[in-house]
């Protein structure tokens, strides 16, 4: 992923919620005894009314982490690659140059298989998150990672557009023929859904209740997994959270300011999964093949996964098969 495109996804996620969501404000704006709308530029001057309303948009509710994991393993292992590919390269913004859009492809014509050689060789599910275009442009990738039987493949957009920018008309619609591209594809309709940019706009809770999505994963509330709210009532979607520490774009970019040494991003993982083991709950990882997919970065991986298997007493899974497991353990079927 570009460094740019990174930067320019995690400076969304940083606004403040209210001036990304100011073309849909929530009803209790609209029932105001005010005559004129709370100033975005003065968030000191709003009423506790308004602030409780932008903050609990979406929250979460309760912790879905089980006692124990399949086979009574104290901790889960989830590792997601988001298959980006020359969407993050120039498709999704238009800025259409041939250099990068190489970059792109290198995901899907080297990268990708070395990754799913990498997880059927040790026997490990994971969950790969696809923008439709990724797919289009190079559909033998639905049999390298089906072929095993071992893998979920799930949808993370349409071009890897910035949802939080479109109308909810235009939200649904790219959403909706996304999901339609990637089951025509691939013969399964994607139960998962990741968003392009890590947020999520005023609307695209409200889409992915009404598509019927068995879990969301793009939102950082916790480590565990846990039921999304809307506006303060329980929605019944298992939200299994990200986290920018637990990502390889922001710090792989050789060109970027924060470019880390894979074996140093290494360790950060090694930490996080420890902890995680030590508290019982989840470790969720999320990888890029067109950046971990390289030969000097794939090591990275590689050296977690031997650090993990050594640890023990872990369930690795899909994100479907984590989600169905925690909504049964909780009741919620």
């Excluded at 041939?98 to 050689?117: F, N």
């Excluded at 797919?135 to 071992?150: C, F, M, R, T, Y």
């Excluded at 479109?166 to 619609?173: F, P």
């Excluded at 594809?185 to 068995?214: C, E, K, Q």
Aim: hydrophobic share 40%; with cysteine.
């Amino acid at each position: 992923m570009k460094f740019s495109i990174c930067a320019r996804r995690a400076a969304v996620a940083a606004l403040p919620l209210l001036a990304i969501a100011f073309s849909g404000l929530p009803a209790v704006l609209a029932q105001s005894t005010s005559t004129s709308a709370p100033d975005p530029a003065q968030p000191w001057n709003w009423s506790d009314e308004f602030v409780r309303s932008q903050v609990n948009q979406v929250r979460a509710g309760r912790d879905l982490n089980p006692d124990s994991w399949p086979g009574g393993a104290r901790v889960a292992v989830l590792l997601s690659f988001d298959v980006d590919n020359e969407t993050v390269q120039g498709l999704r913004t238009g800025e259409i140059s041939i250099g990068p859009l190489s970059q792109g492809q290198y995901g899907a014509r080297v990268a990708l298989p070395r990754i799913v050689k990498l997880m059927d060789a040790e026997n490990i599910p994971a969950t790969f998150f696809f923008p439709a275009w990724s797919l289009k442009l190079a559909p033998e990738q639905a049999d390298v990672i089906n072929n095993s039987g071992l893998h979920e493949i799930a949808v993370h957009g349409w071009i890897h557009e910035l949802n939080t920018s479109l109308d909810a008309a235009t939200e649904e619609r790219l959403l909706r023929q996304a999901v339609d591209e990637i089951e025509k594809i691939t013969g399964r309709r994607p139960v998962g859904y990741r968003a392009p940019s890590w947020n999520h706009s005023p609307n695209t809770l409200r889409i992915v209740r009404d598509m019927g999505f068995l879990y969301e994963s793009s939102l950082m509330h916790d480590d565990r997994p846990y039921e999304l709210l809307q506006d303060g009532e329980p929605t019944g979607v298992v939200e299994l959270p990200v986290e920018w520490i637990l990502d390889d774009a922001p710090l792989f970019n050789p060109l970027g300011n924060r470019y880390m040494n894979p074996r140093d991003v290494m360790q950060v993982w090694i930490d996080e999964f420890d902890k995680a083991w030590e508290e019982r709950t989840m470790f969720l990882l999320t990888l890029h093949p067109h950046v971990s997919g390289h030969r000097s970065r794939i090591v990275a991986l590689e050296g977690l996964i031997d650090h993990i298997q050594a640890k023990g007493d872990v369930w690795f899974g899909t994100h479907e098969a984590a989600a169905l497991y925690v909504r049964e353990r909780a009741g919620m079927d």
